[in-house]
């Protein structure tokens, strides 16, 4: 099962925003950076903001990462139809020596 | 431009094996890192293991779930990765991807399209 817990939903009009957070412990968040994924129905995931804040090229700057102590959040400005999709959150777990994602938030655009 | 074309899967029974290939273009494939994740049909994300470039160790971590069964190996002559999976179980059933870990030690930059992986009597 995930170590990092996220709300399983989240939603809100064309032009809102929205917050989605990602609890974890020191093992994960509290000592290692945070990635965010963005999966679209049927599609592979995709990279949205890496090392808590840090958004790829291509990525709009309408999404952003924060970090603070053992969580963290996702933030999504300015809603739009194209960002329904999944998000998970994901860190590097020292006690597992692996890798853990999310639980999954769906964002639905009302 | 890079891409990550997985191949392999298929429907096994309960204790088959099966092995996932991952081709890889675009990048110097001898430096990366590689991971496979998998997802089970409507479930969320899990990562099922990473292996180093050969400059890092060649090493490769797993999760708890598949360690022992699963294993996975590369060849840089080919540009591809293998996922070698032993002795599965229906909860294997999943669509598998390979990424690239472009930011070592976990950043994920790109992702093949996935390869459905099967198991049942």
């Known amino acids: 099962q995930s170590v990092l817990t996220q709300p399983p939903s989240a939603s809100g009009p064309p032009g809102q925003s929205v917050t989605i957070s990602c609890s974890g412990s020191?093992?994960?968040?509290?000592?290692?950076?945070v990635n965010w994924y963005q999966q679209l129905p049927g599609t592979a995931p995709k990279l949205l903001i890496s090392?808590?804040?840090q958004r790829p090229s291509g990525v709009p700057d309408r999404f952003s990462g924060s970090k603070s102590g053992t969580s963290a959040s996702l933030a999504i400005g300015g809603l739009q139809s194209e960002d329904e999709a999944d998000y998970y959150c994901?860190?590097?777990?020292?006690?597992?020596?692996?890798?853990?994602f999310g639980t999954g938030a769906k964002v639905t655009v009302l | 431009e890079v891409q990550l074309v997985e191949s392999g899967g298929g429907l096994v029974k309960p204790g088959g094996s099966l092995r996932l290939s991952c081709a890889a273009s675009?990048?110097?494939?001898?430096?990366?890192?590689m991971s496979w994740v998998r997802q089970a049909p409507g479930k969320g994300l899990e990562w099922v293991g990473r292996?180093?470039?050969?400059?890092?160790?060649?090493?490769?971590d797993y999760a708890a779930p598949v360690k022992g069964r699963f294993t996975i190996s590369r060849d840089d002559s080919e540009n591809t990765v293998f996922l070698q999976m032993n002795s599965l179980k229906s909860e294997d059933t999943a669509l598998y991807y390979c990424?690239?870990?472009?930011?070592?030690?976990?950043?994920?930059?790109?992702w093949g399209q996935g390869t459905q992986v099967s198991v049942s009597s």
């Open positions: 990424a690239w870990v472009t930011s070592v030690p976990s950043v994920m930059s790109y």
């Open positions: 675009g990048f110097t494939f001898t430096d990366a890192w």
């Open positions: 292996i180093k470039s050969r400059g890092s160790g060649g090493t490769t």
């Open positions: 020191s093992s994960n968040i509290g000592s290692n950076t």
């Open positions: 090392n808590n804040n």
């Open positions: 994901a860190a590097w777990d020292d006690s597992l020596n692996g890798y853990v």
